[in-house]
């Protein structure tokens, strides 16, 4: 039995947005450049896309800090836009952080460093 990906249409048109982004722009800009044009490619989709959205992180209901993800999609999706070697446990850990201050369920990483677009899943 095969089982389905959480919100995959809506990940595979965020993939193909970035891939666009990766093949007009290619590798060797900064995060910054590739997030600001994934957004214009998400909207160009008709995708909702909020940018750089501010979530507070409260403990015994003070407010200890807060958490900036890169884009959220349609409200569903956490992108995080990098551009690094490879991703590593940092990189997964602090995507689950946004994921459970948020409440979403599935995140992607996304690496424009290489020749060949890089992603991966991360589910709560």
Same mark, same amino acid.
């Given at each position: 039995? *095969?089982?389905?990906?959480? %919100? ?41 896309? $909020? ?14 800090? *807060?958490?900036?993800? =890169? ?8 992108? =995080? ?7 590593? =446990?940092? %990189? ?7 994921? *459970?201050? *948020?409440? #979403? =369920?599935?995140? #992607?990483?996304?690496?424009? $460093? %290489? ?10």
């Amino acid at each position: 039995m *095969t089982s389905k990906l959480i %919100h995959e249409e809506l990940s595979g048109k965020v993939i193909g947005a970035a891939m666009q982004v990766h093949n007009m722009l290619r590798p060797g800009l900064d995060e910054k450049v590739y997030e600001n044009a994934l957004v214009i490619e998400l909207e160009h989709m008709g995708l909702e896309v $909020k940018q750089q959205t501010r979530f507070p992180v409260k403990y015994r209901e003070q407010l200890v800090g *807060t958490l900036i993800p =890169d884009l959220i999609v349609n409200n569903r999706i956490i992108v =995080d836009t990098k551009v690094v070697t490879e991703f590593n =446990d940092a %990189h997964v850990a602090q995507i689950i952080g946004y994921l *459970t201050i *948020t409440g #979403l =369920d599935l995140a #992607l990483l996304v690496n424009f $460093k %290489h020749a060949s677009l890089k992603w991966k899943r991360v589910v709560r």
